[in-house]
């Protein structure tokens, strides 16, 4: 993106956010909110060329490494737009969630079932839903919603696992506004979340309880695993963070979004960091696959290194897949790539060991199958013979 064209984002986006809705409808918001949001895109020239490398840098620097640069200066713009949306107390998330609008929809291989989240309990009156089974709940990204095709690839990667009842959130409406309102949407759904599960735990247990949130969904699920607690007085087994959103979940600030001890085990994909995705580690263990490289091996387009992390523990949920993607704890790619990272390799994904700690990093291929150890043998027969419909 050229400069001029980041430019004209951010004061697009800046119009867009500054609106706030009043009861006459959309109105400015104060002017001197407006003008702290206007010295940072005042700024943002000057941020976006100390960001570019030097000539030398050219040819020197990786084509990851450059396809970032001008998305990192454009996202922490906007991350500071919401530091100042924060700190005015002007927050309205323009459409207040509702409980009553918001379900889970089990998803086997012939039937989809949907199932209101106020009354999630219902879900074990039918036959399709098998209480013996563990518990997957997806939530969504900004922008996605229960039609995504990636959410069917999810479910049919664990109906074709087995032992698993499969069930997507949807709350789209409520996390396809306008970024910013978005994100301050994640702590009120999370809440009606974790309302719904302490609902199911009354037949589940809660040990067998996995929540996995892409983007968005990943600080919703960690708001859904506190709320939890909250009210059980117990832990979800497990919460998998898929490149946890970046702008607008800052440290010390109302939107904390998802961090370790939110479940009992807390894993974390980092496949946007600094971008779309958070850089910090936030749970008991974080993968970095390509390191903090912001744009991933094979991606050329904006938002495809966001979407690689569900892509990444899909392959994994496979059978026959589970060892795809092995890690090294370390504390950074060219440590790894130097074999300076010292100690055994684990899986990342679904068979991360609920005792790691500590970030892991790993290398991975720029194309499906995506995992440096995966048999392309075991990919093809899982992902097109199983998890289908077979009447």
Not at 181 to 195: E, L, P
Not at 265 to 279: M, Q, R, T
């Amino acid at each position: 993106m050229e400069f001029h064209g980041a430019k004209k984002l951010i004061i697009t986006y800046l119009l867009l956010t500054a609106l706030v809705r009043s009861s006459s409808g959309f109105s400015v918001m104060s002017l001197d909110l407006f003008y702290s949001a206007s010295s940072i895109i005042s700024g943002i020239g000057a941020e976006l060329l100390q960001n570019f490398p030097t000539v030398s840098q050219l040819f020197s620097a990786s084509i990851q490494m450059l396809f970032g640069l001008p998305e990192q200066a454009l996202f922490k713009a906007i991350n500071q737009l919401c530091s100042i949306y924060v700190g005015s107390d002007n927050i309205d998330p323009r459409i207040t969630p509702k409980l009553k609008e918001m379900y889970f929809q089990l998803r086997t291989p012939c039937s989809n079932i949907s199932v209101p989240l106020s009354e999630a309990q219902k879900l074990l009156e039918y036959p399709e839903f098998d209480a013996k089974k563990r518990v997957v709940i997806f939530i969504t990204g900004w922008m996605s919603n229960i039609h995504a095709d990636y959410i069917e690839d999810m479910a049919r990667a664990f109906n074709c696992r087995g032992n698993y009842n499969f069930l997507a959130l949807n709350a789209s409406n409520f996390i396809q506004t306008l970024y910013t309102w978005s994100a301050f949407n994640t702590d009120a759904v999370g809440i009606f979340v974790g309302k719904g599960i302490a609902k199911l735990s009354k037949k589940i247990p809660a040990k067998k309880i996995h929540l996995i949130g892409h983007s968005l969904g990943a600080h919703i699920a960690g708001r859904a695993g506190r709320q939890f607690q909250k009210l059980t007085g117990q832990s979800l087994y497990r919460i998998t963070g898929l490149d946890p959103a970046n702008p607008c979940f800052n440290e010390g600030e109302t939107l904390s979004g998802l961090h370790r001890g939110d479940a009992d085990f807390v894993d974390v994909i980092h496949s946007n960091p600094g971008v779309l995705g958070k850089a910090q580690p936030l749970g008991d263990v974080d993968f970095y696959p390509d390191g903090l490289a912001p744009i991933k091996t094979g991606c050329v387009i904006f938002g495809c290194s966001h979407s690689r992390a569900y892509e990444y523990f899909i392959e994994t949920v496979f059978p026959g897949n589970e060892n795809n993607f092995l890690a090294k704890r370390c504390n950074s790619m060219t440590s790894y790539n130097g074999g300076q990272c010292d100690g055994l390799v684990y899986p990342m994904g679904i068979a991360t060991p609920t005792y790691l700690k500590g970030d892991f990093f790993l290398s991975v291929n720029a194309k499906d199958p995506f995992g440096k150890n995966a048999s392309r043998m075991a990919v093809d027969m899982t992902q097109y013979l199983c998890g289908r419909c077979s009447n």
